[in-house]
């Protein structure tokens, strides 16, 4: 870890291990990113250097400030699109964890004029009344490359996440919020579920969908047990990796 100040060892281990599983759990390829608000300066976040999330290990955890610049200079590439992290940080001060992916059953209802991605399942509650799709294009124009690369974007896409747990980003990918970052690999993995039920019930007719309070309801007890999910998934990761 490459950090100015004391950062709790667990706390990096716990975002190791969540850039593996999110590997392992095919929402992270070679590209997307995991986070963690710093827990002793909530003014910063702990993200790795520019790497496959799979190859990351301690060494590679950064510090950053909420303008999205490294604590400690350094020659390491970063992530373009840290600035993602650094806005919703400032904007969410529930927000302790952020998962940014590019995960494929998700992609459709980014680009999707008519469906939404709403919860169709128990473990998707979190989606609460659907998630929103934030379009580039309202702030940057019709030119962009759709990366968040500066500040500015970030805000904008903090402000389309609103108080949601998940964002879509049109023709791009999907950014997940949480209070942990357990909570947020959970609701990342779960994300891409329901994005695949959604699009299979699509096939069979109109969708009964949970509705806001059966969505709070299934939310509040599953994530009550989001220790259950994650040392299954850490278990797996760490089989693979050995
Ligand atoms: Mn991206």
Known sequence: MNASSLVDPSLVQELVDANRILYNEG????????????????????????????????DDILEFDLDGSPVVDTRRRLYVERFLHAEIYRARPDVMAIVHSHSVAVLPFSVSQR??????????GFLGSGAPVFDIRDTAGPATDLLIRDRELGAALAKSLDRHAVVLMRGHGSTVVAPSI???????????????????????????FL?????????????ANVDRPWLLWQAKARLGST
């Open 27 to 58: 929402v992270l390829d070679a590209f997307g990113h995991v986070s963690a608000r710093h827990d002793k300066h909530r003014d910063r976040f702990l993200l790795a250097a520019n790497l496959a999330p799979a190859l990351v290990g301690p």
């Open 115 to 124: 469906a939404r991605l709403r919860p169709v399942c128990h473990m998707s």
């Open 182 to 208: 357990r909570l947020a690999v959970y609701r990342a993995v779960y994300t891409e579920v329901n994005a695949r039920v959604q699009l299979q019930a699509e096939q069979l007719g109109p969708i009964t």
């Open 211 to 223: 509705t806001v309070e059966e969505a709070d309801a299934t939310a509040e007890s599953n994530e």
